[in-house]
């Protein structure tokens, strides 16, 4: 696509000289910038002189091309469609006026139909017995996907979006560190340290009673030595 348009432009630049216009026929408007798919232009074919043969419209660029042809036969039109993609997209109608004119109507034209459209008239000349032609000026088409200032809106959408989603993934964080503050600040009041509590109370040992007498409690005291028997 991008060759195609290059070649347009570079064809625009350089219109061939049979294109140029003359006093005797006409073409308007000059150009249609279309900003949608699938839109639809007219282009207005006239001329001064009587009693057209045929009514051409070509395409310039890459290579000359017919779009559409009018056999013209004493009022009666015969249209012909030559370029089959072209074919269900064209509609004719006759202008009223002393004029010979038609409005040719292409729709549901797409970013490959930016292109140099001109009309060819076709005549008898008696006085040398043959055909010749009149080319018009021509009308440039352009044929955009999106409006330039559509895709700036929608640059500014997607930016106002981000900034939102942003704010509120913000705000969404502000929230949970302010909760996380709250408790923080809660646990501290509910919770007391251990440090300055007094330790509980030991309790009292029970202390040692002295060993009662008992009246069956003897103790049995030998008085022999035998020290005096036994010798070494």
Not at 12 to 23: A, D, F
Not at 29 to 57: F, H, K, Y
Not at 205 to 214: E, G, I, L, N
Request: hydrophobic share 40%; with cysteine.
């Amino acid at each position: 696509m991008k060759a195609h348009w290059w070649c347009c432009v570079v064809g625009l630049l350089c219109v061939p000289p049979w294109v140029k216009s003359t006093s005797t026929v006409s073409q308007n408007p000059a150009s249609i910038s279309l900003t949608r798919v699938n839109s639809s232009a007219d282009i207005g074919c006239s001329t001064s002189r009587p009693e057209p043969m045929s009514l051409a419209l070509y395409r310039g660029f890459p290579a000359k091309e017919r779009v559409v042809f009018l056999a013209l036969d004493s009022g009666r039109v015969t249209k012909q469609t030559p370029a089959a993609e072209f074919l269900g997209r064209i509609r004719v109608a006759q202008r009223a006026g002393p004029a010979h004119g038609f409005t040719l109507q292409l729709s549901l034209l797409g970013p490959r139909d930016t292109n140099l459209y001109y009309c060819l008239w076709g005549f008898f000349n008696a006085e040398t017995s043959s055909t010749e032609t009149l080319h018009s000026a021509g009308t440039v088409i352009v044929v955009r996907e999106k409006d330039p200032q559509e895709l700036c809106k929608d640059h500014v959408f997607d930016r106002i979006l981000i900034a939102l989603s942003v704010a509120a993934f913000s705000v969404v964080v502000g929230l949970c560190i302010a909760a996380l503050v709250v408790n923080r600040k809660r646990f501290k009041r509910s919770f007391r340290s251990a440090r300055g509590a007094t330790p509980p109370a030991r309790p009292n040992r029970p202390t040692q009673a002295a060993p009662r007498s008992d009246p069956y409690l003897f103790t049995y005291v030998n008085s022999l030595d035998f020290r005096g028997i036994v010798e070494c």
